[in-house]
Every structure is written in C-alpha cells, then in structure tokens.
C-alpha cells in the first residue's frame, strides 16, 4: 500500500542515501516525457524538502529543456537489494549552471567530475513510497567509468563545444539554457 509524506523523513534519507540508481521524470506542456536515468555520486537530501543533484554532460539535455518549459519534477529511487520499496520525490525544480552562484555554492557536496554540466535543486512537496514487490533483485557490480573517462579526456574546452553541438536543443526543439550567456 503506497503513503504519502510531506517531507523526507530520516529513515527514507537513509535508503536514498544507500541508492547506486535514480530515475528522474520531466515534462514540458507539449512534447516528449522524459525519464532518465542517473547514478554515480551525484544526489544530495539537503534538508526535509530540498534535494539537490548534480547533473553531469550526456549525449541529449532533456531535463533542462523540460525546467525552461515547466518546473514539475519526479525523481524515483527503487530497492534492487534488501527490503523491497519504491520512493518518488514529487516537486519543482531549478536548474543552475556554472555560471550561477547556486552552481557554486553546492558544487562542493559532490566530488569533482569532469563534465559537471548544471545542478538542480527540487524543492520536495511530497514523498510517497509503494511496496516494490515487483521491482527485481538485482546486485551492484560497480560504477561504469565510460562517462567519467571520456569527460576527462575531452577536457573544459571539447565539453563546452560538446554542449553547443549536442546539448542547447531537447528532442524536441526546446532550448536548453545552457548555453546563454555564455561565449559560444
């Protein structure tokens, strides 16, 4: 039977804080639904109602697109080890890059990943958490480094042209934001 919260209670902090996978879930009024994986160290619970995670440079930009459009979010977290649960973060969202002050200001909670390409900050206004009793048991072998490997080895410069050639339209057609204000 599924519970709704409005707050992020310790003991749910405590499973988020031991998850290897996330799933996160946007959408703008018109378009594609989005719902994108997301793993490595890279989510924070800041508080009761705020959460906060890195996002890092990938082949499209879709939750940025979406955050332009509408600021709805859903993040899920699934139990694949011990104790079966599913746990959705419900809220809106704000998208900072590195030329903001937020950028800054919660870059320091992650450890440093080349590619590091925005920070979402959700304010949670509801929790809910269902059984999982259909989610399998799956074990954790280790991070993929592929990500991690090619973001290092392209460097600040190959990443930047990276974005403006993959990552400043969604699907879509939507803008991104990454890109303005910046040089091109």
């Known amino acids: 039977m599924g519970k709704q ?3 992020i209670s310790p003991d749910q902090q405590a499973f988020i804080s031991q998850q290897k996978l996330f799933f996160v879930g946007t959408a703008a009024a018109e378009g594609r639904v989005s719902v994108s994986p997301k793993g490595m160290d890279t989510f924070r619970v800041i508080d009761k109602n705020k959460v906060v995670w890195l996002n890092l440079t990938g082949s499209g930009n879709e939750t940025a697109a979406h ?3 509408n600021n709805r979010m ?9 104790k079966p649960l599913i746990l959705r973060l419900y809220g ?3 998208i900072f890059h590195d030329r903001d ?6 870059i320091g909670l992650f450890p440093k990943l080349a590619g590091a ?9 509801l929790v809910q958490t269902s059984c999982g009793f259909a989610v399998p048991f799956m074990d954790f072998k280790e991070e993929r480094t592929q990500l991690k490997n090619w973001a290092e080895k392209q460097g600040d410069e190959k990443i930047r042209n990276y974005w403006k050639d993959r990552n400043t339209k969604s699907i879509d057609g939507f803008d991104t934001g990454i890109l303005n204000n910046q040089q091109s």
């Open 92 to 94: 809106n969202a704000e």
């Open 101 to 106: 002050d937020t950028f800054h200001q919660h």
């Open 5 to 7: 919260f409005s707050e």
């Open 117 to 125: 390409r925005q920070i979402i900050v959700m304010e949670v206004d």
């Open 74 to 82: 859903t993040i899920m977290f699934c139990a694949f080890e011990g």
């Open 67 to 69: 955050l332009q459009k």
